[in-house]
């Protein structure tokens, strides 16, 4: 009884705050530079340049700051080695986070809250195919600077977080080449296991620069930062940084 009325609680205060609150509808496109180290793949580590597509929702108020974003990640890495071997790379991901003013201080506003984070990436590279995913429970820290919601005066508008796992989830697969299929008699599906940090170990940060059009609408531009450790049966590392550029409908 007493965790439902704490949920009707919760309800009830984004709901108000819902009424206070500017929302946006983020869409564009970025590159950044990854790399990835799969201990059943292979011992080298691969990196290069990808692309991806992205899009969101958002909602700014006084006391609680929402953001939620989507992207497919694509492109080609590289082992860097003599004899140079490419392997081709999708990437898809989720985060979604609430977080609630704790302090003010002039411009600046500070939050805290959770982050659900989602992701699925896959490798391939001739018959080797691999691929591992995982959904992170996290706590995170953020902050505004020039809030829309406090302050309507400046054309410029920033942004951070910062997040640190909890708990999570992941997948990995036993046997990953479809060259092995069929010919080990020991071969098993893809297994799961629920990890706590730091067996799983997935830290992303993200600040964000927003001008002010003139019309309600911003033009994004953003530095993000993620590093990823899945140590569950063949570890794998990955790692990514780069710049992303947005157009944030404005919808109220």
Not at 145 to 168: M, V
């Amino acid at each position: 009884m007493k965790y439902l009325l704490l949920i009707l609680l919760t309800f009830c205060f984004c709901q108000t705050e819902a009424q206070n609150s500017i929302f946006y509808l983020p869409i564009g496109f970025g590159i950044s530079h990854y790399q990835a180290k799969d201990e059943y793949n292979s011992p080298l580590r691969y990196r290069g340049w990808v692309s991806n597509f992205h899009l969101g929702h958002e909602q700014y108020s006084r006391n609680v700051m929402q953001q939620s974003n989507y992207a497919y990640h694509f492109g080609s890495v590289q082992n860097g080695a003599k004899h140079k071997n490419s392997m081709g790379l999708t990437r898809g991901s989720g985060t979604a986070h609430v977080l609630f003013n704790f302090q003010s201080e002039r411009q600046f506003d500070y939050f805290i809250g959770t982050t659900l984070k989602i992701q699925f990436s896959s490798r391939s590279s001739g018959k080797l195919f691999n691929f591992d995913g995982a959904g992170t429970l996290a706590i995170t820290v953020g902050a505004t600077y020039n809030n829309p919601i406090n302050d309507g005066s400046s054309r410029w508008f920033y942004d951070g977080t910062a997040s640190l796992p909890l708990i999570g989830w992941g997948i990995r697969p036993r046997f990953a080449s479809l060259a092995y299929v069929g010919e080990i008699s020991g071969f098993r599906s893809s297994s799961h296991v629920f990890l706590l940090f730091p067996k799983h170990f997935d830290i992303d940060a993200r600040f964000n620069a927003n001008w002010d059009m003139g019309n309600g609408n911003l033009l994004r531009g953003s530095y993000r930062w993620w590093f990823y450790d899945s140590k569950y049966i063949h570890r794998v590392r990955a790692m990514e940084n780069g710049f992303d550029f947005s157009l944030l409908t404005r919808l109220n």
